[in-house]
């Protein structure tokens, strides 16, 4: 690299910047310049004890109990199903993971969650498909295009809509939205009906199409409004980089604020794919409740384990319930095992993130 | 693989906000010029005037004419992207991209312009990374996150991913103000070996870094705040820094001012 030695010579700022005070006020007990009896903060006599109780402590122990609280009623939950689980399951008549029908009150009682289990996934799956391209169409829009004095209000607007019920978008979906959908469906039906996915003759309308077109409105603010977060997070200087090395805006988006939020991306996706599982009313409301394994997806039919759940606790007996704790430990296992690859998506680049920071 | 560039009257705007004022200067190929001056004074924005990216910030607009080899940067029928690659641009803050590894910082521009054989960019990587004085060091990790090199590496890297896209002019935005002594001297090395390709303008702090590297000196100057900058004299560095014109040049270099 060369010699230089002038300018390391001269380079005496921020070295050990002692004055005469400091040599004077360290160590040796006697405070420099007493202007009252109070000795100075930074001491001057013999060093005090630490005291053993105090709200340090206090605080460490009141996080610390929260801390473990989450596992105490983690625990009791699991506890609790599992316990009213096992006497259902093992009067089971059938294999309650292939199964498709759900006879649990009848005697004896008969019950499998393969097609509950298929419903949740497939309207969970198909909603994201709907739903994710479009929020992050809106993300990009809000955080990069749009003025400010349109994206503060549309923002506001995006956030309102996470804040709708549940049973509002369920009865909308059944009442209204089912309407559109049917008249949609006939249509694909008629021109289409050669890709299995829009066969059969009907009727259509309350179908897995419908039930998944209302989780992914649902979903819709949920993975956009936190997308417009970490696109707006991208650093202004890689996004400067990008279109100093002659990028549009497209390709600077696609350069740098894509791929810096794509670990927050895919924890939105993430987040929305969780309330898409558990979705419970709107589906109880829009699917028609039938237990069948189908790729059809305008027939009027589908399921879901949580709208399984609400449609049919009422009426169930003490076999009945276990079986439906049952379907929501599935549900739990379902859920845990996206959770997980979602994380181990994200930690994969990680050594790419956590050098950025 | 130089061009000249030439402003006359530039005078750029932030809203109702005028930052500079008037400025004109003429650049020649393939030397350094040093653009010097007190904080706020408008070098930086001229410098991003140059290359177009002044006109990113929202309301920012300029005014005059600026031109490289005799072509009209601000004519409206010339493609902002052509003329950012043209001018290259390196920034104050070591920016690489922080989620591409080293290799792919290097060939970034090269990737958004459409280049995409390997052996194209497997060229392109190592001729940049060696010409920006950076290979030596990073042969062994090219795949090795960009953001983890130190400071001046990553300037460096930085500087590598502006001249890989060839330009023609390389602006310099005080591209040593967060480096250690012994990086800025490696940039400053860097600067005189890429000055038989480029052309170079360089916003600095540092006026011995001025004297040192550059040809010629342009120092800006504002009356007072809210007010707009203006270049108060342009000349040989070595003009400027033994026998400047302007009464307020003199004090500036000697620490009389600002």
Same mark, same amino acid.
């Given at each position: 690299?060369?010699?230089?030695?002038?300018?390391?010579?001269?380079?005496?700022? %921020?070295?050990?910047?002692?004055?005469?005070?400091?040599?004077?006020?360290a160590?040796?007990?006697?405070?420099?310049?007493?202007?009252?009896?109070?000795?100075?903060?930074?001491?001057?006599?013999? =060093?005090?004890?630490?005291?053993?109780?105090?709200?340090?402590?206090?605080?460490?122990?009141?996080?610390?109990?929260?801390?473990?609280?989450?596992?105490?009623?983690?625990?009791?939950?699991?506890?609790?199903?599992?316990?009213?689980?096992?006497?259902?399951?093992?009067?089971?008549?059938?294999?309650?993971?292939?199964?498709?029908e759900?006879?649990?009150?009848?005697?004896?009682?008969?019950?499998?969650?393969? +097609?509950?289990?298929?419903?949740?996934?497939?309207?969970?799956v198909?909603?994201?498909?709907?739903?994710?391209?479009?929020a992050?169409?809106?993300?990009?829009?809000?955080?990069?295009?749009?003025?400010?004095?349109?994206?503060?209000?549309?923002?506001?607007?995006?956030?309102?809509? /996470?804040?709708?019920?549940?049973?509002?978008?369920?009865?909308?979906?059944?009442?209204?939205?089912?309407?559109?959908?049917?008249?949609?469906?006939?249509?694909?039906?008629?021109?289409?009906?050669?890709?299995?996915?829009?066969?059969?003759?009907?009727?259509? %309308?309350?179908?897995?199409?419908?039930?998944?077109?209302?989780?992914?409105?649902?979903?819709?603010p949920?993975?956009?409004?936190?997308?417009?977060e970490?696109?707006?997070?991208?650093?202004?200087?890689?996004?400067?980089?990008?279109?100093?090395?002659? /990028?549009?805006?497209?390709?600077?988006?696609?350069?740098?604020?894509?791929?810096?939020?794509?670990?927050g991306?895919?924890?939105?996706?993430?987040?929305?794919l969780?309330?898409?599982?558990?979705?419970?009313?709107?589906?109880?409301?829009?699917?028609?409740?039938?237990?069948?394994?189908?790729?059809?997806?305008?027939?009027s039919? %589908?399921?879901?384990?949580?709208?399984?759940?609400?449609?049919?606790?009422?009426?169930?007996?003490?076999?009945?319930?276990?079986?439906?704790?049952a379907?929501?430990?599935?549900?739990? +296992?379902?859920?845990?095992?996206?959770?997980?690859?979602?994380?181990?998506?994200?930690?994969?680049?990680?050594?790419?993130?956590?050098?950025?920071? | 693989?130089?061009?000249?560039?030439?402003?006359?009257?530039?005078?750029?705007?932030?809203?109702?906000?005028?930052?500079?004022?008037?400025?004109?200067?003429?650049?020649?190929?393939?030397?350094?010029?040093? =653009?010097?001056?007190?904080s706020?004074?408008?070098?930086?924005?001229?410098?991003?005037?140059?290359?177009?990216?002044?006109?990113?910030?929202?309301?920012?607009?300029?005014?005059?004419?600026?031109?490289?080899?005799?072509?009209?940067?601000?004519?409206?029928?010339?493609?902002?992207?052509?003329?950012?690659?043209?001018?290259?641009?390196?920034?104050?803050?070591?920016?690489?991209?922080?989620?591409?590894?080293?290799?792919?910082?290097?060939?970034?521009?090269?990737?958004l312009?459409?280049?995409?054989?390997?052996?194209?960019?497997?060229?392109?990587?190592?001729?940049?990374?060696?010409s920006?004085?950076?290979?030596?060091e990073?042969?062994?990790?090219?795949?090795?996150?960009?953001?983890?090199l130190?400071?001046?590496?990553?300037?460096?890297?930085?500087?590598?991913?502006?001249?890989?896209?060839?330009?023609?002019?390389?602006?310099?935005?005080?591209?040593c103000?967060?480096?250690?002594?012994?990086?800025?001297?490696?940039?400053?090395?860097?600067?005189?070996?890429?000055?038989?390709?480029?052309?170079?303008?360089?916003?600095?702090?540092?006026?011995?870094?001025?004297?040192?590297?550059?040809?010629?000196?342009?120092?800006?100057?504002?009356?007072?705040?809210?007010e707009?900058?203006?270049?108060?004299?342009?000349d040989?560095?070595?003009?400027?820094?033994?026998?400047?014109?302007?009464?307020?040049?003199?004090?500036?270099?000697?620490?009389?001012f600002?």
């Amino acid at each position: 690299m060369g010699d230089f030695p002038s300018r390391s010579a001269s380079t005496n700022a %921020g070295g050990p910047g002692v004055t005469a005070r400091h040599i004077r006020s360290a160590g040796n007990g006697v405070s420099p310049i007493p202007p009252d009896d109070r000795p100075p903060l930074g001491g001057g006599s013999a =060093l005090p004890r630490k005291s053993r109780f105090s709200l340090e402590t206090g605080f460490k122990g009141l996080s610390t109990a929260a801390g473990a609280m989450v596992l105490v009623i983690i625990v009791a939950i699991a506890i609790f199903l599992i316990s009213k689980a096992v006497p259902a399951l093992n009067a089971n008549d059938e294999s309650f993971l292939t199964a498709k029908e759900w006879f649990p009150n009848e005697t004896p009682p008969h019950f499998g969650i393969a +097609a509950l289990a298929f419903g949740t996934l497939l309207t969970s799956v198909i909603a994201l498909l709907v739903a994710v391209p479009i929020a992050l169409g809106i993300a990009l829009f809000l955080s990069h295009y749009a003025p400010k004095r349109l994206a503060t209000p549309l923002g506001f607007v995006i956030d309102l809509l /996470a804040a709708v019920p549940s049973v509002v978008f369920g009865l909308w979906g059944r009442d209204v939205f089912s309407q559109p959908v049917q008249h949609f469906s006939e249509w694909l039906n008629k021109y289409f009906s050669w890709i299995p996915l829009f066969g059969g003759d009907g009727p259509f %309308g309350r179908s897995i199409l419908l039930g998944s077109l209302v989780l992914a409105i649902m979903v819709l603010p949920i993975v956009t409004s936190l997308s417009r977060e970490v696109f707006q997070q991208t650093p202004g200087m890689n996004e400067d980089a990008a279109l100093a090395l002659g /990028a549009t805006k497209w390709e600077m988006i696609r350069t740098a604020v894509l791929p810096y939020g794509k670990p927050g991306v895919i924890a939105a996706v993430m987040l929305g794919l969780g309330r898409a599982l558990g979705e419970t009313i709107a589906l109880a409301l829009t699917l028609g409740t039938t237990f069948v394994i189908s790729f059809n997806l305008i027939q009027s039919g %589908g399921n879901s384990i949580a709208a399984n759940i609400a449609n049919t606790f009422g009426e169930a007996n003490a076999t009945g319930r276990g079986a439906l704790i049952a379907s929501g430990l599935v549900l739990f +296992a379902i859920t845990l095992v996206v959770n997980m690859a979602a994380r181990a998506i994200i930690y994969r680049r990680r050594e790419f993130r956590d050098s950025a920071a | 693989m130089a061009k000249r560039i030439e402003a006359s009257g530039v005078s750029s705007y932030y809203g109702s906000f005028k930052a500079i004022d008037g400025i004109s200067m003429t650049v020649e190929p393939k030397t350094i010029t040093a =653009l010097i001056g007190p904080s706020g004074c408008g070098k930086s924005t001229f410098l991003r005037s140059i290359n177009r990216m002044h006109e990113v910030l929202p309301n920012a607009r300029i005014e005059g004419r600026l031109t490289i080899d005799d072509q009209n940067i601000y004519d409206p029928d010339v493609d902002v992207t052509a003329v950012r690659r043209m001018i290259g641009m390196v920034f104050q803050r070591p920016n690489p991209f922080p989620t591409m590894s080293i290799y792919e910082n290097v060939v970034a521009g090269l990737k958004l312009n459409g280049v995409k054989k390997k052996s194209v960019l497997d060229d392109a990587a190592e001729k940049s990374l060696k010409s920006a004085n950076l290979w030596d060091e990073v042969k062994d990790r090219l795949n090795r996150p960009g953001a983890g090199l130190s400071g001046g590496q990553q300037q460096r890297l930085c500087i590598a991913r502006t001249i890989a896209v060839e330009p023609q002019v390389v602006l310099m935005d005080e591209p040593c103000s967060a480096l250690d002594p012994i990086s800025t001297l490696a940039i400053e090395d860097l600067m005189f070996k890429l000055k038989d390709r480029f052309t170079i303008i360089i916003v600095t702090h540092n006026m011995q870094q001025a004297a040192r590297v550059s040809d010629k000196t342009g120092f800006f100057s504002i009356d007072k705040t809210g007010e707009p900058g203006r270049l108060i004299e342009y000349d040989d560095t070595q003009k400027i820094f033994s026998n400047p014109t302007e009464k307020k040049t003199e004090d500036y270099i000697t620490g009389r001012f600002g």
